[in-house]
């Protein structure tokens, strides 16, 4: 997928107005990503991601694998995006399930595997609600009136 085709598919999924939003967004998502987990599975996720874009979670960041939780990382994402929260971890969710469409199963299995186990954190099992729900597709009808 290339760079035009994945903000397209962004900025149709989140209803956003134009391209700066919606870039915007995929930039918090993935820069505050890249920031939580280890420079190796940054690097694997990017690898099947847009040349343009996957430089959020690599190059973009200064320091991988801080400690945060996921309320942490919806303010960090709030603050870039300059959106409230709730917003931003919508975008989140939606933004990671498109991620999931393009990267192998073995690498989102291993970001998934990089966050805390639920015992630990159960909040981060949110990141994944519309991976888990079966995906933007499988959602859609469910906010349909």
Same mark, same amino acid.
């Given at each position: 997928m290339?760079?035009?085709?994945? *903000?397209g598919?962004?900025?149709?999924r989140?209803?956003?107005p134009?391209? &700066?939003e *919606?870039? #915007?967004? $995929?930039?918090?998502?993935?820069?505050?990503?890249?920031q939580r987990?280890p420079?190796? &599975?940054a690097?694997d996720?990017a690898?099947?991601?847009?040349?343009?874009?996957?430089w959020?979670? *690599?190059?973009?960041?200064?320091?991988?694998?801080q #400690?945060?939780d996921?309320?942490?990382?919806?303010? #960090?994402?709030?603050? $870039?995006? &300059?959106v409230?929260?709730? *917003?931003?971890a919508?975008?989140?969710?939606? $933004?990671?399930d498109?991620v999931?469409?393009l990267?192998?199963?073995?690498?989102?299995q291993?970001l998934r595997n990089?966050?805390?186990?639920?015992?630990?954190?159960?909040?981060?099992?949110?990141?994944?609600?519309?991976?888990?729900?079966?995906?933007?597709?499988?959602?859609?009808?469910?906010?349909?009136?």
């Open positions: 290339n760079f035009d085709t994945f *903000t598919t962004v900025q149709h989140l209803e956003l134009g391209t &700066g *919606t870039v #915007r967004a $995929i930039r918090a998502t993935l820069l505050t990503l890249g987990i420079a190796g &599975g690097e996720l690898a099947s991601l847009p040349m343009e874009i996957n959020y979670l *690599t190059g973009a960041v200064e320091t991988h694998s #400690r945060f996921w309320h942490e990382f919806v303010d #960090r994402v709030a603050a $870039i995006e &300059g409230d929260p709730s *917003t931003a919508y975008h989140a969710q939606v $933004i990671v498109l999931a469409t990267v192998p199963a073995s690498d989102f291993q990089q966050l805390p186990e639920a015992e630990d954190d159960e909040n981060w099992q949110k990141l994944f609600a519309v991976v888990d729900a079966g995906g933007w597709e499988g959602t859609r009808g469910d906010t349909d009136g």
